[in-house]
């Protein structure tokens, strides 16, 4: 297939990894988590299953995590795209409320409505709630997707459909770990 004359001008254009929620000075935090994943290697390709669409199931990928310190009541995540040929990273999931017992979430669990029970799926950009997959602007090269999650030392009170701003409000000085895991996607 052709290569995308707008992907081609823009591929030098990213927001950046310094504009990650990972990078913001109220959401520092010890790493004393890890974060995997069965699908893909930290740093891998993430396989085509997890992929966006516009149209049908954007299937999340499995996530698995080590016991977050003492103290915790909630756990956090937010995906994220720092790739992006603008000003900010594309926002592709946040969800709040997942029980700190949990060792991990299935496939598909930030759809929704989410099956883990307790779980809160958070609104994207595009008023959508639940994950949204890899997209990235064809010919663009590899965008990074990094999966954020932090421990949090308190319950948060907010509803589903909660906003990014919303949340980062409600994690600010309450972090008692984080995690990250980093995979690649690329529409060539």
Do not use: C
């Not at 520092?28 to 974060?35: C, D, H, K, V, Y």
């Not at 085509?48 to 977050?68: C, D, E, H, K, M």
């Not at 008023?127 to 999650?149: C, D, E, N, T, W």
């Amino acid at each position: 297939m052709p290569a995308n004359p707008l992907g081609v001008a823009l591929r030098n254009r990213r927001a950046g990894h310094h504009t990650l929620v990972w990078a913001h000075p109220d959401l520092r935090a010890p790493g004393n988590l890890t974060l995997t994943s069965p699908a893909f290697a930290h740093g891998a390709s993430i396989p085509a299953r997890y992929r966006g669409r516009v149209f049908g199931a954007n299937i999340s990928p499995p996530l698995a995590w080590t016991p977050p310190p003492a103290g915790t009541v909630e756990l956090a995540l937010i995906v994220q795209d720092p790739d992006v040929p603008f000003g900010k990273p594309a926002t592709h999931g946040l969800a709040l409320g997942i029980d700190p017992a949990l060792t991990g979430i299935a496939e598909n669990a930030l759809a929704n409505p989410s099956p883990v029970p307790g779980l809160r799926l958070g609104k994207g950009p595009l008023g959508r709630r639940g994950y949204a997959g890899p997209m990235p602007i064809k010919s663009h090269g590899p965008h990074a997707y990094v999966f954020q999650l932090f421990a949090l030392s308190r319950a948060t009170e907010l509803p589903d459909g909660f906003s990014l701003d919303q949340m980062l409000t409600a994690l600010a000085g309450h972090l008692v770990g984080r995690a990250r895991l980093d995979g690649i996607y690329e529409i060539s």
